[in-house]
């Protein structure tokens, strides 16, 4: 079973459309991150949140802790939105292994004009 | 520019050919890391740097070698590469371990 698991694996919306990702995991977590990844193949940094909301344009990240669970939204959708949305975690220190990031295997997102 | 820099963003080469693929970050950041994605697999670590001298092994270290000899950059090395290892490779830098990171443009390697 994948640690991080994201849905839906494709997305296809209407311009104008509000898009909610989700991403759900099983490791004790010390920070979550959203990541944005273009057909160019370069990632951006979205959020990275450990608790609450975050909200940058039209584009809002939530993280329920307890439930082990985060949803990016993203309002207004637009074509170029359009990308994949990839969620990651820093899974807290145990075993030793101080490896930062365990991912998701991503959403890929079309919006449609 | 804050930015992590790769090099070079497309490699073709040919079994065995040892290669170096290199990562710089202008951001002082201690921790660095390499990471591969495949797909239907996503990204997997591959080695990440705590800080100079100190590096150690993500998820899928077979084949490849790392060394963090100054702050800024932390090459990835395949001594003998194979067909295996073809792959887009990302290195990333953060301040610390938990802190947001930052991405190199990545690298399209083809062994053949």
């Not at chain 1, 494709?10 to 490791?27: K, P």
């Not at chain 1, 990839?86 to 220190?93: F, H, K, N, R, S």
């Not at chain 2, 077979?62 to 990835?76: A, T, W």
Request: a positive charge; one cysteine or more; proline letters at 5%.
């Amino acid at each position: 079973k994948n640690e991080v698991e994201q849905s839906p694996q494709n997305l296809t919306a209407q311009e104008g459309e509000f898009i909610t990702i989700n991403c759900s995991y099983s490791v004790g977590i010390s920070a979550l991150h959203w990541l944005q990844q273009h057909p160019g193949g370069g990632i951006v940094s979205l959020f990275m949140l450990s608790s609450g909301k975050k909200k940058h344009g039209r584009l809002i990240a939530t993280i329920n802790i307890q439930e082990k669970h985060s949803s990016l939204h993203i309002t207004a959708s637009h074509p170029r939105d359009s990308a994949v949305y990839i969620c990651a975690v820093t899974p807290g220190l145990y075993g030793g292994s101080q490896g930062n990031l365990i991912f998701g295997k991503g959403t890929k997102l079309s919006v449609k004009p | 520019e804050a930015q992590v820099t790769q090099n070079p963003r497309y490699l073709i080469t040919v079994t065995g050919k040892k290669l170096t693929v290199t990562c710089s970050q202008n951001m002082n950041h201690e921790y660095m890391s390499w990471y591969r994605q495949d797909p239907g697999l996503g990204l997997r670590q591959i080695y990440y740097s705590m800080n100079v001298e100190v590096t150690d092994k993500g998820d899928v270290p077979e084949g490849y070698k790392v060394s963090r000899k100054e702050k800024r950059n932390f090459p990835l090395i395949l001594e003998s590469p194979s067909p295996n290892q073809t792959s887009l490779y990302f290195c990333a830098s953060s301040l610390y371990r938990d802190t947001e990171a930052f991405f190199g443009q990545g690298t399209r390697l083809t062994v053949v």
